[in-house]
């Protein structure tokens, strides 16, 4: 019997296993539940029976607004929920990158924030035209700690990811099929899970340890780059998260006014 959750569900439909989140109504943000319950699907993938693929879909408009700002604003003021944060966050990445079936994203509407590191961490992206993809932590401000450093270099080249990791400027699906961090395009998000959705079967149709096997290949470079650069920049974004500039960021946002940082 599948696991229940309340943020986001979790299905397999013979070889095909398939989280959706299902939160429309928040525009399916990341919050301290719903990273808990991802972090547990993932890895119980790390074994993953007789799935030979691993689908991500989403509700709604957005695939995933990020990270919670109400949530931020806790992690700032209690050591303890910080700590848990980072550990979950060094969960789910390892854990994205250590599943041993393929992932394949289904991505109908924008992601922002932790939700594009989950995304960039695909193996395959199906996209439609409409969508953006931004990690606006510098907005906010904190650093790109939770996958964002590692991630966006390895999808974009670094160059263009310095000019989005360091604006806060989202990047267009188009954009992105052409550099290379969007794997497959459509015109309209109704065309997204149909084809990611193909892509998967295709998979299952192929011999599963050829597949892991060069899978596990292909990351293995990834993984060894986590080792520096995700850890420093995680560590990086737990400093930020006892700037006062953070806290103004956040009031400034919530009510709709001009922020004053101080570099402090």
Request: glycine residues 8%; proline residues 5%.
């Amino acid at each position: 019997m599948m696991k229940e959750y309340s943020t986001l569900q979790f299905t397999q439909d013979g070889p095909v296993a398939k989280i959706l989140f299902n939160r429309p109504e928040i525009l399916n943000r990341m919050d301290d539940v719903s990273t808990a319950e991802l972090v547990d699907v993932i890895e119980r993938m790390r074994r993953p029976g007789d799935a030979r693929v691993l689908l991500f879909a989403s509700t709604g408009k957005a695939f995933s607004a990020g990270g919670d700002l109400e949530e931020v604003r806790r992690l700032a003021t209690d050591k303890d929920r910080r700590f848990d944060a980072w550990d979950a966050g060094r969960r789910l990445i390892y854990g994205m990158m250590e599943i041993p079936v393929p992932t394949v994203m289904a991505l109908q509407g924008d992601a922002y924030g932790l939700a594009s590191s989950i995304v960039l961490s695909g193996d395959i992206i199906v996209a439609s035209k409409n969508v953006r993809i931004g990690d606006p932590h510098v907005r906010v401000g904190l650093s790109a700690g939770d996958g964002g450093c590692l991630l966006w270099p390895a999808a974009f080249g670094m160059t263009k990811a310095k000019r989005h990791l360091l604006t806060g400027d989202p990047i267009g699906a188009e954009e992105a099929y052409r550099l290379g961090g969007v794997t497959d395009l459509v015109d309209t998000p109704e065309e997204v899970l149909p084809l990611a959705e193909r892509l998967a079967a295709q998979i299952t149709e192929l011999p599963p340890m050829a597949v892991q096997l060069t899978k596990r290949a292909l990351n293995h470079a990834m993984h060894k780059q986590a080792v520096d650069v995700f850890e420093f920049s995680l560590a990086l974004e737990q400093y930020g998260m006892l700037s006062e500039d953070l806290l103004e960021a956040i009031d400034a946002f919530k009510n709709k006014r001009p922020p004053v940082y101080r570099n402090r």
